[in-house]
């Protein structure tokens, strides 16, 4: 048995024989040729052969690994019907007076050098991409089939994987993907991720395992050869609960969110834009629980204006037909900055002039998003929800600004939903010590735990050398919890969390007894959330 | 020659499928389209080279537009940048 470290770039656990695929690569022979037009058109054909190629491997992926992944492809086409590789071939062959398959594969490798010299990973990651598209044009010119494919379910292993191998390949034949090189960000580590079996990269690979028996840990990025029978053993109990944890899942969608005593709990998802609203309907949440609009002003120039906020909120209220979506003010400020709020420079902006504190100095800004978000809750069921709350003054003069944007609405005659929740974050200590006063004045509140755990321990969460002492489990934080929980119900609210202690489910029986109502968690954690509320109790 | 300013937002920069796109667009202009950032320039009609130029989200680029109907072609390009990238 002999234990290979590598780096994990798809999680899960695999056991199975070793297949050691190689490219079958001829190598390319420079070749003098008399007939230069003749080697051109050569390479027209052969180019147009792997345009043909790369259409249908588009579709596969399409309708595998969905529309963003199979992008990749449509991008190999314009790579390849583009003027650089065209003329650099061209000319090649020309001034050479050589055979098409030594300029393809020239033109290949300069450009795929000239991507792996740059010094950002996603674009030295391209200079694989420029390998695939070369090597299919050579391959069409020889005529030869590319791969030797397994027929049966392996460990594929081989020195690096081009995106259109991994897609080509039979899924049904693949149990866990190994090579030596590869990155975390090359489009084979995503479609990994997306067939969902591990993978593991920047292992030394050896021809002479074809066949061997295996393990991948893709948790801990091991590959084991010829394990022994303990190990073997172990990793079994490892496959079968896995198998079985992906079949519960399945089970969980379109489950109800309820504890074994009968409490429905509102399980929500997290989102940060529109094109998040798909993974939130996948995984079968109940509505978003925390929609930050920050984004519409992140990626912006200039403020967005009311008619392009409208739009974006209408749009994820169609989406989500009908199901709640609540969405959180601007929190701009603190560690998301951006330039044309002309905001100054503070020592320590954790504690300083965001969210809720400037929307209020600054209400036209406020005004606007208002207005957008009234009007787009004619289109469905959207919430509004206040960030970094201290104080009832805060919430009374928010009301009062959010009344007359109604009444202004009003007297234009543009339809909103009047009886539209407003509620609040409770993210500081001191809105967790008075929620009994805030209680009354809001319809329901959501507990952002990152930011509740930073002031109340007074721990930076950007400082990396704190991470040990930054205990999200606090008996402090979660006795704020619990408090705000009781005062939110004697007021007949809700009381929610939609901070990453939401989707810790070692917290999930606790937060049940508390009386949490809602948890709003990231699209991937709704169904093991799921799973956990069902076997809970709200008693201990 | 018409000239304007745009600061990438797109968290991965010029990428291939924006760059993809942005070429396809540049080449329909029927002007010649130059993109400029950190110092080196290349024709975005060349999707390549444009990639080839690493551009990152941040950066502020320099898009001239050179022949044809200019005024449109800028407009064209700058709703393109505002768009995709």
């Given amino acids: 048995m002999v234990e290979y470290k590598g780096k994990t770039i798809a999680k899960g656990v695999a056991v199975g024989r070793i297949f050691f695929y190689s490219k079958e690569k001829g190598q390319v022979r420079r070749r003098s040729v008399n007939d230069i037009s003749a080697e051109k058109q050569r390479f027209e054909s052969a180019k147009s052969e792997a345009l043909r190629q790369l259409g249908e491997i588009y579709e596969k992926a399409l ?30 062959i020309e001034t050479e007076k050589v055979n098409a398959e030594y300029a393809v594969a020239k033109t290949g490798d300069n450009l795929a050098d000239m991507f792996a010299s740059m010094d950002d990973d996603y674009f030295k990651a ?25 027929t049966e379910p392996v460990i594929l292993i081989a020195e690096d994987l081009a995106p259109s191998e991994t897609v080509q390949m039979d899924k049904a034949n693949l149990l866990s993907f190994v090579t030596r090189l590869g990155s975390s ?12 079996i591990p993978a593991i990269i920047g292992i030394d690979i050896d021809k002479a395992w074809h066949g061997k028996q295996a393990i991948v840990d893709g948790n801990k990025g091991l590959l084991i050869t010829d394990p022994d029978p303990d190990t073997l053993a172990d990793y079994e109990i490892k496959l079968k609960k896995q198998a079985e944890e992906k079949e519960l899942l399945k089970a969980l969608k379109g489950k109800e969110d309820v504890t074994l005593d009968g409490k429905h709990i509102k399980l929500y998802a997290n989102i940060g834009g529109v094109g998040d609203v798909a993974d939130v309907l ?26 392009q906020q409208f739009e974006a909120y209408k749009k994820v209220a169609q989406l989500m037909a009908g199901k709640k979506v609540i969405i959180r003010t601007l929190d701009i400020g603190a560690d998301k900055q951006v330039d044309y709020f002309g905001l100054e420079k503070e020592d320590n902006p954790a504690l300083g002039y965001r969210a809720i504190r400037i929307c209020l100095d600054r209400p036209e800004i406020f005004r606007t998003q208002l207005r957008a978000l009234l009007r787009a809750s004619a289109f469905g069921n959207i919430a509004i929800m206040y960030p970094m709350i201290i104080s009832e003054a805060e919430v009374i003069k928010i009301k009062e600004i959010s009344a007359s944007v109604k009444e202004e609405l009003k007297s234009e005659k543009i339809p909103f939903n009047e009886s539209i929740e407003e509620g609040i974050m409770i993210e500081t200590p001191a809105a967790a010590i008075i929620s009994d006063k805030l209680a009354r004045l809001v319809d329901f509140f959501s507990i952002g735990t990152n930011d509740l755990t930073q002031y109340t321990l007074a721990v930076d969460r950007q400082n990396a050398k704190l991470e040990a002492i930054a205990d999200t489990h606090h008996e402090a934080v979660l006795r704020l919890i619990e408090l705000v929980c009781k005062n939110a119900h004697a007021a007949g609210i809700w009381a929610g969390i939609c901070g990453e202690l939401g989707s810790d489910t070692s917290l999930t029986q606790r937060f049940m007894e508390m009386g949490v109502d809602e948890l709003s968690v990231s699209a991937s954690r709704i169904l093991p959330v799921r799973q956990k509320i069902r076997s809970s109790k709200t008693k201990p | 020659m018409k000239t304007f300013n745009y600061t990438i937002t797109d968290p991965i920069g010029i990428h291939a499928r924006p760059a993809g796109l942005l070429a396809k667009a540049a080449k329909a202009s029927g002007s010649k389209v130059t993109i400029s950032a950190n110092g080196k320039s290349a024709d975005a009609s060349k999707l390549i080279l444009l990639m080839g130029l690493g551009i990152k989200c941040g950066t502020e680029v320099t898009v001239s537009v050179e022949g044809g109907d200019e005024a449109k072609s800028a407009a064209d390009m700058e709703k393109f940048f505002k768009d995709n990238l």
């Fill in chain 1, 282 to 307: 996948k995984n079968d949440a109940k509505g978003i629980g925390l929609f930050r609009s920050e984004f519409l002003y992140l990626e912006s120039e200039d403020f967005p204006t009311e008619e």
């Fill in chain 1, 63 to 92: 309708k595998e690994v969905g529309e963003e992944n199979a992008a990749i492809f449509e991008v190999h086409q314009m790579f390849l019907e583009g003027d650089e590789f065209n003329e650099s071939v061209i000319s090649i």
């Fill in chain 1, 185 to 196: 960000n090359s489009h084979t580590a995503i479609l990994a991720r997306n067939m969902d």
């Fill in chain 1, 126 to 150: 391209r200079a694989a991409d420029m390998k695939d598209i070369s090597e299919r044009v050579i391959n069409a010119l020889t005529g030869s089939e590319s791969t030797n494919a397994p």
